[in-house]
Every structure is written in C-alpha cells, then in structure tokens.
C-alpha cells in the first residue's frame, strides 16, 4: 500500500511528493509512461522419476479424501501437498523432504493400504531414496 505526502515546501497542487510504500507483491510501473510486465517463471523440466512421484503423490492425495481423518492420514496429506510443491517449485523433491513423506507413509500404513495408489508412491519414494 502507498502513501503519498506532499513534501516540504510543496505548493498543495500534487507537486513534490514523498512516497512510502510498505509490503507490495506483483507488477508495479511508476511515472508517467511507466508500464508493467509479470512473468511468470517457467516451470523447470521434471526427470521421469519426478513425474511419476508427482503423478502418484497427486492420485493418493484424491484418494485420501474419502478417507476418515486421522492424525497419521492428516499428516501425509501435509506430506504428500508439501512433495507436490517441492517438485512443481525446484524440478524434485529433495532426500530429505522424500524421507519425510516415507515416514508418514509409514505412519499410515493402515489407510494407505487401503488407498490403490498408496503401493505406487511407497515404491517411488523407495526407488528415488535408493531402496
């Protein structure tokens, strides 16, 4: 948000001004031609383990909505949001974030027995992670 003061010694007709701006987020342009662009940055390139992580994360997450909540299945929903991100934002998850998501998959193992697709992410996390 921008707030305009008028400086010292300004005539009071939008002369001279002083602006503040706090938190801003987006494209800005300033002046009188002043134009804006936004680009989003591309999406890096996903290894074909990535992408197979990526598309069976996405599958088990769908499937655990129909599942009753509990804290282990709340928490691999996290698990499973934050790896979706993981590999969207940087191309892969990381050893560590992998590790985090074979715990929850183990700590659920009752509901993502159930799930069809909870076999296919436990075999990606174990191929990515080296077994």
Known sequence: MAAAEEAPGGDGR????????????????????????????????LAAEQEELLRVVRQLREELRSFASSPQTDELTRQLDETQGEIQTTG???????????????????????????AAVTQAVAALLGG
């Open 14 to 45: 939008g002369g001279a001004q002083n602006i503040h701006i706090g938190t801003a987020k987006g494209a800005f342009a300033f002046g009188a031609h002043g134009t804006a662009n936004n680009y989003e940055a591309p999406r890096p390139a």
């Open 92 to 118: 892969e998850a990381s050893p560590g974030r992998l590790t985090r998501l074979r715990q929850a998959l183990q700590d659920a193992a009752t509901a993502v027995g159930l799930a069809a697709s909870g």
